[in-house]
Structures are given as structure tokens and as C-alpha cells.
């Protein structure tokens, strides 16, 4: 069972308007949450994070919303750009898990077109 | 600052094979992970190991063996290369915060 869920697979925004991306979850006791950027032939880098005790987490024109009582978190990216352009990844930690063992949504596919 | 290393980067095997993909990261990690990454499927977890000495499964480790060789590295063994292990493998590390820090990938095709 999918426990991080990311149901749109592909997102086309025009550069410059904003790009939200949606995460939801089906577990309470998930405590942390993250996103990742992928571009082709490399490896995921970090993005921004929230922790569950926030609703909101700003980094630069990144910004994460969370809301607890729906399970569901968005990425916010303002303005877009076309260097935007990549496979982003939602992931979540679990209260009880050790080692810091995340589990990721399948990915959404941002193109940001100039 | 290389961060985490894997190699090889690119790798074709017949069926019935063997190989071992190679993970070093240079950020004094406690924890490694290999995961891999197929098509509509997202990232998977194949095997961690929480610290030096201890390994355990993930959730698809069936087919895979790993070692964590010493504090930096941790390599992934495929015993008897298969189709269905035809995917991008990544090796990751975290220190003491939630945040995983993932190679660049390496590309597995089995034919």
C-alpha cells in the first residue's frame, strides 16, 4: 500500500507563473517531510523540508505547505523557471522509524516552458 | 567535495551474472543505503545499513546481497543477474538529520 502518494505524474507550467506540486500521505506517524529534485542521469539532491509541527517552510522561491489534518503537503515554486525543469520527489519519515528511513512518492514531472 | 560515490556508472550483464556496485561517501555518515529507481515506480529501498556492522533489508531486496565494507563504504552484490533487476541503482548516506545524500547513479541493464 502506498503510504506517499503523488497523483499527478507530469505538471507543464509557463516560466515565470508558479508551479505547485502536490504530496499526500496515509500515515499519522509520519513526523518529517521532504522533497527532492532528480534531473535525467543524476541522483536526487535535497530540496526543502518540513518538519510536522509546521505548516510552512520558505527557502528562496521554494516554499512547502503543510496540512496535518488532510495528510497533505505542496511545493510551491515562485517564479518558475525552466532550470526548474526536473522529476520531484516527496518523501516522509516515520515517528517510529529508525535510521531515517524515508519513504518516496513516484515522482511528478515538472517542464517549465520558456 | 565528492560527497557519495558509486560506481560503476554504467554496466551491461547477461543474464546469470554477477556484479557488485561500489558505494563510497566521504561525509563521515553512520548510515548507507542502496535504492533503486524504475520507471512510474519512484525510489525503492533495496538494503540500509544503520552503522558500521549492521545491515537490513528494505523493501525489494530479493536478489541482493550488500556489505558495509567499514564506515565509508557499502557496496550492492547481484549474485545471478536477472531482467527484472534491469534499473538505476543509488547509493545514499545520512548523518544525524533526516536528510538523505544520494550518488549520481548507476545504470544496470540485464539482457
Known amino acids: 500500500d502506498q503510504q506517499v502518494k503523488q497523483n499527478s505524474p507530469s505538471l507543464s507550467v509557463q516560466e515565470g507563473r508558479i508551479s505547485i506540486l502536490n504530496c499526500d500521505y496515509t500515515?499519522?506517524?509520519?513526523?518529517?517531510f521532504l522533497w527532492y529534485k532528480k534531473y535525467p542521469a543524476e541522483g536526487p539532491t535535497f530540496l526543502i523540508s518540513?518538519?510536522?509541527?509546521?505548516d510552512k517552510n520558505e527557502d528562496g522561491r521554494f516554499t512547502v505547505f503543510l496540512n496535518k489534518s488532510a495528510k497533505h503537503l505542496s511545493l510551491h515554486i515562485v517564479p518558475s523557471q525552466p532550470g526548474d525543469s526536473a522529476v520531484y520527489f516527496c518523501?516522509?519519515?516515520?515517528?517510529?522509524?529508525?535510521?531515517?528511513?524515508?519513504?518516496f512518492g513516484k515522482g511528478t514531472l515538472l517542464t517549465v516552458n520558456p | 567535495n565528492a560527497g557519495v560515490t558509486q560506481t560503476p556508472k554504467f554496466q551491461v550483464l547477461k543474464t546469470g551474472q554477477s556484479m557488485t556496485l561500489q558505494c563510497a561517501q566521504d561525509?563521515?555518515?553512520?548510515?548507507m543505503y542502496w535504492y533503486r529507481q524504475d520507471p512510474g515506480m519512484g525510489l525503492r529501498l533495496i538494503y540500509y545499513?544503520?552503522?558500521?556492522?549492521?545491515?537490513d533489508k528494505g523493501e525489494v531486496p530479493n536478489g541482493y546481497n550488500v556489505s558495509r565494507l567499514n564506515k565509508r563504504e557499502f557496496s550492492l552484490r547481484l549474485e545471478s543477474a536477472a531482467p527484472s533487476q534491469t534499473s538505476v541503482y543509488f547509493c545514499?548516506?545520512?548523518?544525524?538529520?533526516?536528510?538523505?545524500?544520494f550518488g549520481e547513479g548507476s545504470w544496470l541493464t540485464v539482457v
Open positions: 518523501a516522509a519519515h516515520h515517528s517510529g522509524g529508525s535510521n531515517y528511513k524515508l519513504t
Open positions: 561525509m563521515n555518515h553512520n548510515s
Open positions: 545499513s544503520a552503522s558500521e556492522g549492521t545491515t
Open positions: 500515515n499519522s506517524m509520519f513526523d518529517y
Open positions: 545514499a548516506s545520512t548523518g544525524s538529520g533526516y536528510t538523505i545524500y
Open positions: 518540513i518538519s510536522s509541527i509546521k
